[in-house]
């Protein structure tokens, strides 16, 4: 909530502004050492029963928003990135994003379940995500070690889902290069 955060944001991307187009409002990996302050929970739209921090989305959403107004003033062309992943997983509740943001899902904490998937990139859609970046972390999650994983059909249908909702990148994370095992996987998602 603190406008010096968006600032440094800015501060910290504008010697880059014409080499750097897409910049990080993202949370830090994991974490449990969260905002309390006043004004950072006042943004969060907890439901009935959700424990403190388990849904943050849209504080984040609301420091995305910060920047995503500020860079175009540098750069008409800026794009601003933040996660959807682990507390930010599901879309915002209250916030809508403006339009230059790009929405990064990382998938990892969630089955390869259609209707699961088709939710999540819905939800985003509704909050105003034009442009998503796809980053399962099915490779790390799934990995046997000693047979094929036998899940390329769930994530091709699951990617093929994302690409419908927006999506114009993948980054599937965690690559084993070990091809007896998920080889096959590779294969189908090139």
Not at 17 to 34: H, S
Not at 63 to 75: F, R
Not at 167 to 175: E, G, I, M, Q, W
Request: aromatic share 12%.
């Amino acid at each position: 909530s603190n406008p010096g955060v968006a600032a440094q944001v800015i501060t910290d991307w504008l010697p880059k502004k014409n080499m750097v187009t897409y910049v990080g409002a993202c949370v830090n990996d994991g974490g449990a050492n969260f905002c309390e302050c006043e004004n950072c929970s006042k943004l969060d739209v907890p439901l009935p029963g959700e424990s403190h921090h388990e849904h943050l989305t849209d504080r984040y959403a609301y420091l995305a928003n910060a920047v995503a107004k500020e860079v175009v003033k540098h750069n008409p062309d800026a794009w601003v990135t933040m996660y959807s992943y682990l507390q930010t997983y599901y879309a915002p509740r209250k916030i809508k994003l403006e339009p230059n943001i790009v929405v990064q899902i990382v998938p990892y904490t969630t089955p390869m379940d259609l209707d699961e998937n088709l939710e999540l990139f819905k939800g985003w859609s509704e909050a105003g995500a034009k442009k998503i970046a796809f980053r399962p972390n099915y490779h790390c999650k799934y990995l046997t070690g000693m047979i094929p994983l036998g899940i390329e059909k769930q994530m091709y249908d699951v990617f093929q889902q994302a690409f419908k909702y927006g999506t114009v990148s993948v980054d599937y994370d965690s690559l084993t290069n070990a091809w007896p095992v998920c080889g096959m996987s590779d294969y189908v998602l090139a």
